[in-house]
């Protein structure tokens, strides 16, 4: 029984999903959107808002518990120097989820997953 886990499995070991949740997450902020399964877009989403809302303080004990995700250097840079101070008067949803429909070869239902505009 699964009573009181949060999250979806994703068919995948702890290890493994979040090694898969910090890979979206660095591409994600390299590219500011990406393509993926809906289940996957939805796990994604809590754990990338968590990081932008860290990359929004600016210092160095965000910016060290931010790096254990993000492996990515260039990543993390950007991160703390674009997108952290474009959502400096946002107060959450930082992302949009935006869905396409079922893949062809599997039916996995497919989503994209990008930053929203920091200026509303």
Known sequence: MRHRRRGRQLSRTRSHKQATLRNMATSLFRHERIRTTEA????????????????RRGDLSSRRRVSRHVADREVLTKLFEEIGPRYRDRQG???RILKLGARRGDGAELAVIELVDGES
């Open 40 to 55: 996957k877009a939805k796990e994604l989403r809590p754990f990338a808002e968590r990081l932008i809302t860290m990359s």
């Open 93 to 95: 949803g930082y992302t």
